[in-house]
């Protein structure tokens, strides 16, 4: 997660107060735009209305540009005839400029810029070049969407502050893709899917930019069943195992904006079907089954960034030894340990009791803190996704029943007390969750 950052407000952002007169006017674009097809949104192409951008305090403002919005709308109506070169000025909403524009631009939320994209040449190249996420990074402004698979090959996408549900694309892939094993991870304005097909390990690349995927660039040292984390960016991924099966210490660095990946030192132990989180500026890597470990390693390590080292953390996760709910079950059967991180801590959710654990970074041990949501089944962990996106945590998961075809998205902001969680939205699905990732731009 980005230090600093916050979800888009509903209201009018207060960087835009200085030309309020001509805020109307981007509201007026999302408006218009509603009736257009976003590029993002295959299944629910109907949006819901436009989070209001004027407060109460400012409905007077916006009477008084009832005119400006009027007059737009004519211009706008206007120009649809006209050239190219005319309709798609670099100026996007002229009356006000670019930099204005973009400055509105920046403050609303997400899930308009299909609609918006679909306006004209000039906000559809504006929004596929990413700018605007990249800005939006350096203002810290985020928006965190969830991004998971309960079919092979299917993706969906599921934005929380509308409780709106999204189909991705198919992917496009043979069916030795389709079996093998994958991890996912969310980075920029990516989704990574990691793979492998015939031959050798693959990554598939899905862009919130163009709403398509494509070939992603390959890891130095391909590998799977490892643990990742992104933190804005960039993303890391560590451990895992080779082609052959032999388990790995080495880990690298992806950096979404170049497309390029960096070799890290390697870690102090090779481990697989471990966990990774970005914590307090730090990567941890946490769990996992290591050479000769039958019983799974309780050792975390993190990676210092200014010292370029990993460094041991000794019994840093035992949880899934602990209690007389854990099953008998070997440690390559069981799924990587389910850890989110929210405002710097660290979260754990413990299937084999439906628990919510939270860790004590100073004592170094796990803290029961209470229950997972009922529908959040699993087998010995897996088809269950526990995630961090933004300040809450989320539970995605549903009943193993037959007749229990639906899935169920659960949100809990951590106070002190215990967890209650808040169900944000329930569909028909396939009920089991093989991989989900948290995109924040």
């Given amino acids: 997660m980005l230090e600093g950052s916050y979800h888009v407000s509903r209201d009018l952002p207060c960087a835009c107060e200085q030309a309020s007169k001509w805020i109307c006017y981007a509201f007026q674009v999302i408006e218009h735009s509603k009736g257009k097809r976003p590029l993002e949104d295959v299944a629910d192409i109907g949006l819901r209305k436009s989070s209001k951008l004027l ?70 190249s504006l929004i596929q070049s990413g700018e605007l996420y990249r800005l939006r990074r ?30 991705l694309p198919a992917m496009t892939s043979n069916e030795c893709f389709m079996c093998s094993d994958k991890e996912s991870l969310a980075v920029g304005t990516e989704l990574l899917v990691f793979g492998k097909e015939i031959e050798s390990h693959v990554i598939y690349k899905y862009s919130i930019l163009t709403n398509s995927w494509s070939s992603g660039m390959k890891t130095n040292t391909p590998r799977c069943l490892f643990g990742s984390g992104s933190l804005g960016e960039i993303a890391i991924v560590a451990g895992g195992c080779d082609s052959r099966g032999n388990i790995l210490s080495s880990a690298e660095l992806y950096n979404s904006e170049t497309g390029t990946w960096e070799t890290l030192p390697s870690m102090n132990k090779p481990r697989k079907l471990c966990s990774g989180v970005f914590m307090d500026g730090k990567f941890y890597i946490i769990g996992g089954v290591g050479v000769g470990n039958s019983n799974g390693l309780t050792c975390g390590e993190v990676y210092d960034f200014k010292a370029r080292s990993w460094t041991e953390v000794p019994d840093m996760f035992p949880a899934r030894n602990r209690g007389a709910g854990a099953n008998d079950a070997p440690a390559i059967a069981k799924a990587p340990p389910l850890l989110a991180v929210v405002k710097n801590e660290l979260y754990a959710a413990y299937y084999a009791e439906n628990e919510v654990w939270k860790y004590d970074k100073r004592r170094n041990l796990w803290i ?51 967890p209650n969680w808040n169900l944000l939205g329930r569909k028909h699905s396939g009920s089991f969750v093989y991989n989900c990732a948290v995109m924040g731009c």
């Avoid at 350096?138 to 999204?166: K, T």
């Fill in 368 to 418: 029961t803190i209470g229950r997972l949501p009922e529908q959040a089944t699993s087998m010995n962990g897996w088809g269950l996704a526990f995630r961090a996106c933004g300040d809450q945590l989320i539970v995605i998961g549903g009943p193993r029943a037959l007749n229990g075809r639906f899935i169920e998205i659960n949100s809990w902001e951590p106070t002190e007390g215990a």
């Fill in 138 to 167: 350096q203002m810290g402004i985020v928006e965190h969407w969830v991004y998971f698979s309960c079919n092979l090959l299917e993706w969906e996408a599921f934005d929380p502050i509308r409780c709106r549900w999204m189909h």
């Fill in 55 to 124: 407060d109460v305090q400012e409905k007077e403002e916006a009477v008084q540009c009832h005119y400006g919005l009027s007059l737009f709308q004519e211009e706008h109506s206007d120009k649809q005839h006209d050239s190219d070169s005319h309709s798609d000025s670099g100026s996007l909403i002229h009356q006000i400029g670019r930099d204005l524009s973009i400055n509105c631009l920046l403050h609303c939320s997400r899930s308009d810029y299909g609609s918006i994209a679909s306006l004209n040449q000039s906000f559809r």
